[in-house]
């Protein structure tokens, strides 16, 4: 009988990480959940622990954690509980698992996730701010302690499968022209300018195709998401960024595509479901089966591809700015844009204010120069301040 593969779910509450849940709960007879982790919902956590009995669970939480640890002695369920970010860095750094899912929402996600990297362990990653922000930290943590970053994002996953077998992440590929991302185009692809003035919360998290957590629905309807995964498939794939275009394509059917020097462009289909790229990532280089159900050619009524429009949806474009600019710039987007986010959801600022936030600090600070994660870090947590006085000061312009 083959060994079983012990996973560790970072972000097990979330979006990612409940899909993560779904398709381990598919396989048990490859995989078995050894730790998860979330912010504070303990009734979610409770939930998972009795279904899965994982060896560790951490909650960010202080109070969350206590009263899990209550629950789990009521219910004599032996999975030992740990608390805050120390806690959170041992556990994905454990020797004893194999696989660890990184599915913490924003730059929280970073220290795990590089703590894990840095332990040489297989790596399925969702959280692309952790990417964002470190950048090329990250990836040559990875290269020297020999982890193996498998692209969980469907656009990355898809290019990754659309590559030549044997392709590295991390690694420039031989003989691609182009790397063609596709964007959904969020929930108001076709909003006028004007009308976007007026969109609440809830219009912005009812994507067309996807069933995600608050934040990226919200990246996904200012294109900050795409953006970000622009500047995802420049670590990742290590092309130039001249190489890397995005393209609309409302049905989220080819979930990206891969062009070659001969002129040959080869795409990635499947029907919209986050469960394939966390089981490809799982089981590679072996392929799990019925991850997801098929795709039925004939209910496929056309597939459009139209340019993104960055006049009404500038993130896009700051993201190919940031990456230029290059040292801390993309972690201060990154930032701004957490910070905005937030304020929107939180009904304090208007959707056509988030793009303004980021561009107030990205104006303010020029190009950063930072080399170190500490000097990256600094600049994140100015960059948030300043956000932050745009939002309160409402000087949005
Ligand atoms: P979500 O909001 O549904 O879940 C986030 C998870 O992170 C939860 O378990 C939450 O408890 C945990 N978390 C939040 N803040 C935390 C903190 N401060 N400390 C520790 N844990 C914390 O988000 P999601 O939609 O699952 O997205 C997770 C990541 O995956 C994001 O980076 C997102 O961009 C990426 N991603 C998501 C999807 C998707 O379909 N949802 C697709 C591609 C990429
Ligand atoms: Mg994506």
């Known amino acids: 009988m083959s060994k079983l593969k012990k996973v560790v779910i970072l972000g097990a509450t979330g979006s990612v990480g409940s899909q993560s849940l779904d398709v381990i709960r598919d396989h048990q007879d490859s995989f078995e ?13 409770l939930q998972i622990c009795s279904e899965f009995k994982p060896k560790y669970v951490v909650l960010a939480d202080t109070k969350a954690s206590s009263l899990l640890k209550e629950k789990l002695k009521s219910l004599r369920l032996k999975t030992e509980v740990l608390q805050g970010d120390k806690a959170l860095q041992e556990l994905s750094s454990n020797s004893e698992s194999d696989i660890v899912i990184s599915a913490i929402v924003g730059s929280a996600g970073l220290k795990p996730t590089l703590a894990a990297i840095e332990k040489g362990k297989r790596v399925l990653l969702a ?7 470190s950048g090329s930290i990250m990836m040559d943590a990875a290269d020297k302690c020999n982890a193996e970053i498998l692209p969980v994002d469907s656009e990355h996953n898809a290019i990754f499968q659309c590559l030549p077998s044997g392709y590295k992440v991390g690694v420039e590929p031989n003989s691609v022209s182009r790397l063609i991302l596709t964007a959904s185009g969020g929930p108001f692809l076709s909003k006028s300018l004007t009308d976007l003035g007026s969109v609440t919360p809830e219009q912005a998290c009812a994507h067309p195709n996807w069933d995600m957590g608050a934040k990226i629905s919200v990246d996904s309807a200012t294109m900050m998401n795409k953006g970000f995964e622009v500047i995802e498939a420049y670590w990742l794939f290590k092309v130039d960024l001249e190489k890397i275009e995005v393209i609309v394509h409302p049905q989220s059917i080819v979930h990206s595509m891969v062009e070659y020097i001969d002129g040959s462009m080869i795409a990635h289909m499947a029907v919209h479901d986050m469960r394939l790229p966390i089981a490809f990532g799982l089981g590679w280089p072996a392929r799990v089966k019925k991850a997801v159900p098929s795709l039925d050619l004939h209910q496929l009524s056309k597939l459009e591809f139209i340019a993104p429009d960055v006049k009404r949806f500038p993130c896009l474009q700051y993201a190919f700015d940031a990456l230029n600019a290059g040292g801390a710039t993309p972690a201060m987007l990154n930032a701004a844009n957490e910070v905005a986010v937030a304020a929107f959801l939180q009904g304090q600022i208007k959707f056509i204010d988030i793009s303004k936030i980021i561009d107030a600090v990205l104006q303010h600070f020029g190009n950063y120069k930072a080399g170190s994660l500490e000097e990256i870090m600094i600049a994140d947590e100015k960059a948030r301040c300043y956000a932050d006085a745009v939002v309160r000061g409402r000087n949005i312009g």
Not at 35 to 44: E, P
């Open 127 to 133: 959280n692309k701010e952790s990417l964002v922000i």
């Open 33 to 45: 959940v050894f730790g998860v982790t979330a912010n504070s919902n303990v009734n979610k956590m």
